[in-house]
């Protein structure tokens, strides 16, 4: 089967990953804009936040912050209300908030920050919904054999926009005045997107899993239909039917109906963790440092004007989009999870090892404007990092805790992790910009050491490439492989019957 005939079979699933997507676009420009709103000149002459070095580092770090607090509340929403929303009207939902947030920030009143904090946590809820729902949402409905590259796209959205963020900002530095104008316009963006996200999530069919879990069986069939452009009775669509049937019927009678119980027996709670410490050494690796206060780090470094500093976090965006694409047209169907963690962890520490040396080798000097010989060096160490980051972690992170869980835990699951990266994003975010203030270069050794420790753990992952959802559980160990293939070829057999008794009928 070529490419095109390929996507054109399976353009239900690619509807789904482009609308739940949209959302990580959102996700990815509300993480990049703010740390480049706050190095514009008309934004800390506004809000008076010129008057010390500690007071922008501070007031920058609350602005970031609490972006992540209202992630990690948001983050939590999908799994307590799964059960009477399905996955497209968690979209909606986060795109209601995200329009509310932008609408708050746009019209701030300057010298009061109040409407700025608000509209941040409003976002960070959209934000937090979208980071637990897109990722289940796309791989409850991809095929397993192209379910990397769907959410891998995640991450791609994501750089698209945290580039659109950087970009927006620089732009308006360079072609508006140092008035309210400069800030609000970047800001205003997050309103358009927002309406896109809604109108996505209402376009496209919903989840077969999240279906099944509450026994619409008939919607099941329909949706999967769709999703993988397939009649009914097709060998492929008895047997995805079959397979999602017999792990639910499992759980339950394992669990005896309990679901949030089912996350503590071992094995479901060793994947757990897994989940959860890939979350911990994503947030630990040190981009998001750079990724929220580019500017800051780029003047660390010798890049000290407003514009080469915005310019040079622009770059970054860039190549951070052209190495993710690369992973997704290669790198995730040919080598394996793990191993993509591991080399890509171990090449980020190296690079973030070497720029703390550097860093502390070769300060900037006072005169500095455009970078010295030495901060083009580090200038590069950074684009190198972003580059390993991005064929790895980046998008990875998002692809292995999307498909670890079973179908009746994957919301609380997703969404515990979920609540890890923005627990730790929340605490990194708060002490980037006062550590690149007060340890300079130790920062760099500290996360360097932090992707060290993420390659020894990488060793010991688990590995999930080209396994269905529902073999996650024999993967797992939570059932024998031999019971999984019993019940799933009773379901096939249950389900050729009803067929063949259908079409008998009609004919």
């Not at 209202?70 to 996955?87: E, Q, T």
């Not at 796309?138 to 659109?164: H, I, N, Q, T, Y």
């Not at 970009?167 to 997050?190: D, M």
């Not at 996360?447 to 996650?472: D, H, K, R, V, Y």
Request: with cysteine; charged share 15%; hydrophobic share 50%.
């Amino acid at each position: 089967m070529t490419f095109l005939s390929t996507c054109k079979k399976h353009k239900g699933s690619i509807y789904v990953s482009a609308a739940a997507n949209i959302g990580s676009i959102l996700f990815g420009f509300d993480t990049g804009v703010a740390g480049g709103v706050v190095a514009l000149s008309s934004f800390k002459t506004d809000f008076h936040l010129s008057s010390t070095p500690k007071k922008l580092a501070s007031t920058t770090g609350n602005i970031v912050a609490l972006l992540n607090l209202g992630a990690f509340i948001g983050a939590l929403f999908p799994a307590l209300l799964s059960h009477h929303l399905g996955r497209r009207h968690l979209l909606l939902t986060a795109g209601i908030f995200f329009l509310l947030g932008g609408i708050l920030q746009t019209a701030a009143q300057p010298p009061s920050l109040s409407m700025i904090y608000a509209g941040r946590v409003l976002t960070g809820f959209g934000v937090g919904v979208v980071s637990t729902t897109a990722p289940i949402y796309v791989a409850e409905c991809s095929p397993k054999k192209w379910r990397g590259v769907m959410m891998g796209a995640f991450e791609m959205f994501l750089v698209s926009g945290g580039m659109l963020a950087y970009w927006s900002v620089y732009g308006c530095a360079v072609h508006l005045k140092p008035t309210s104008r400069q800030w609000r316009t970047p800001l205003s963006l997050q309103i358009v997107l927002a309406v896109f996200v809604m109108l996505g999530s209402l376009a496209t069919s919903e989840s077969p899993r999240w279906l099944a879990k509450q026994g619409r069986w008939d919607e099941v069939t329909r949706s999967l239909c769709v999703l993988r452009g397939a009649g009914e009775g097709d060998v492929e669509i008895v047997e995805e039917l079959a397979e999602m049937k017999a792990q639910i019927d499992e759980e339950v009678e394992m669990t005896d109906g309990r679901r949030l119980g089912e996350m503590f027996k071992v094995r479901n709670l060793q994947r757990l963790m897994w989940g959860v410490s890939v979350a911990f050494f994503t947030m630990w690796c040190g981009h998001n440092a750079i990724l929220y206060y580019g500017p800051a780090v780029f003047k660390q470094i010798g890049f000290t004007s407003q514009n080469s500093s915005l310019s040079a976090s622009g770059v970054f965006t860039c190549i951070k989009f052209g190495s993710t694409i690369l992973f997704l047209v290669s790198g995730v169907q040919i080598f394996k999870r793990k191993t993509m963690l591991m080399v890509g962890a171990f090449f980020m520490g190296g690079f973030l090892l070497a720029l703390g040396a550097v860093l502390k080798a070769y300060p900037p000097g006072a005169g500095d404007v455009s970078g010295s010989p030495a901060a083009k060096g580090m200038m590069a160490l950074i684009y190198l990092f972003v580059v390993a980051y991005s064929l790895s972690w980046g998008p990875l992170v998002w692809v292995y805790m999307g498909e670890i869980f079973p179908t009746r835990l994957r919301d609380y699951g997703m969404a515990i992790c979920s609540m890890m990266v923005w627990l730790m994003n929340y605490i990194v975010s708060k002490i980037a910009p006062i550590a690149i203030l007060n340890i300079g270069w130790k920062t760099w050794m500290i996360f360097g050491t932090a992707n060290i420790l993420a390659t020894i753990f990488s060793w010991f992952l688990p590995e999930t490439q080209n396994l269905s959802l529902e073999e996650m559980d024999v993967l797992f160990r939570v059932v024998e492989e031999e019971h999984r293939k019993r019940d799933v070829e009773i379901n096939i057999n249950e389900k050729l019957g009803t067929v063949t008794t259908v079409e008998t009928s009609r004919g």
